[in-house]
Structure formats: structure tokens, C-alpha cells
């Protein structure tokens, strides 16, 4: 009896400790103007940046984020309209598994995966119309983050083994809150409890893809 209210304890502690980093995650992430904000980061794998990702459908999303059905039965209509989601493209999936090959397994398996969460449905379609449908890793810093002239970003990053996901709040230059912060809120929370990917072609495969769970939940705010 004196073992289980110790698991028990231990459970609900360890929980707690989670919330705990989401919150501060959070609190920790402030705005900055598009040519301050922090971009994807590739290390020494200049390869890496010549690989394309696509924009992606909102169910692509929602299976990405591996959304549930209960919530999806609250909402009237899809979720998180006002965010963008750019994915790896078959192309560059299977060229991380050849230049992992190539390369002897010095070549990174990582994958990249960046969202998007405007502050208004208005502002996506608008830079919608500007951002590509294709963009190669290496111009999505240059091209769609710092080229988002009057406009600041939050920047959230987290690690899930072969994959990065990289969150962005996106908001008018100065405005105050952000309206969108429910959106934000919820996508955040489904990136940390997302389990690590171990393989990310087990993307083409989503939601059944091949995962453990992360016991320690990284995730970084800027």
C-alpha cells in the first residue's frame, strides 16, 4: 500500500513537473522583429539545406500533431485555421536516408518540420500568397521568416528524435498579445506529448508511426 501512494506520488510529481516546463516554455518565449528571431538551425550538415519541405494540408496537421477525435468533435470546423505548416517532402525523406547511407552514418537523420501560427486567418491567406508551396530548408530562414517585413515572431523549438519542430507565433510589429494564443496553447501541448520519432519516413505513415516515448520532453523556447 505504502509502495503504490509512492508510485503514485511519484507519478502526479513528475506530471506536474511537465506542466510545469510547458508553462515556462511559454512565459520564457517573447516576440522579436522577423530580423531578430532565431531560424532553423542545420549544424555542419550543408547538404541539409539543398532538401525541400512543402506546405502541408490541415489534416496533414492534425495527424502530425496526432490531434484526437474527441477534440476534433468540439470544433465546428477544422482547427488552428490561421497556422501554416511546411513538411519534409517525399524527395528530401528519402534523401536523409541516402546521405545517411553515403555518408556511413555520419549524415544526420534529422528532419525538420516548421509551423506557422498567425494571429489572424486574414494574415495567413495574405503571406500564404506570398510564401511558395515548395521551398528548399536553406531559403526558408532568409525567404519566410526574415523576409516577413512589419511583422514579429515567437520562436518555440522542439526535438522528437529524427525529428525538429520548429513553432512560430507571427504577429503584427508591436501588436499587444495575441489573439491566437488558444491555437498556440493546444499545438504546443500536442508537439510535447507527441512521442519521439525514431524514423521520420514513419511520417508517410501517420499517425501509426513507429515511436517510444520521450521520458524527458525537450522543448525550447526563444
Known sequence: MAEEKKKHKHKHKHKEKDNDKEKQSEQAAHFKPCADVKGIRFGGQFIVKSFTV????PLELLRLLDIPPSYLSECQSLPFPSTTTYMPTSFTILAHQAWHTL???LGTKKSKVVLFVFESESMKAAVDQLWPAMIPLGDVNKKLIRGLSGSEMARFKFRKG????YVYAVRRLGAAGFMRADDLRRILQSVVDLKDFLDHTAMLAIPSQKSITLQSRTAVAH
Not at 54 to 57: V, W
Not at 162 to 165: F, S, Y
Request: some cysteine; proline content about 0%; hydrophobic content about 35%.
Open 54 to 57: 512543402r506546405r502541408a494540408s
Open 103 to 105: 555518408t556511413l552514418g
Open 162 to 165: 529524427c525529428l525538429t519542430i
